[in-house]
């Protein structure tokens, strides 16, 4: 992953803490995390995003109905 410098997402990331659930989902706990981890939020559902536009090729509708 290759990204711009920028010590406040180092920061974010070095605060994150990650839970699993019993199906081994990870997820970010900003409860446990030792501080902000809203970049790291943000960045994870941006990936999802792209991952789910490019790779995927399903259509993302935002909740809206298509006429």
Known sequence: FK???NELLEINFENARVTQDTNLNMYVNKKRSAG???MVVAL???CYLLMQNEII??????GAIEL
């Open 3 to 5: 990204y711009t410098e």
């Open 36 to 38: 902000k981890v809203d």
């Open 44 to 46: 994870i559902n941006a």
């Open 57 to 62: 090729e399903a259509p993302i509708t935002w």
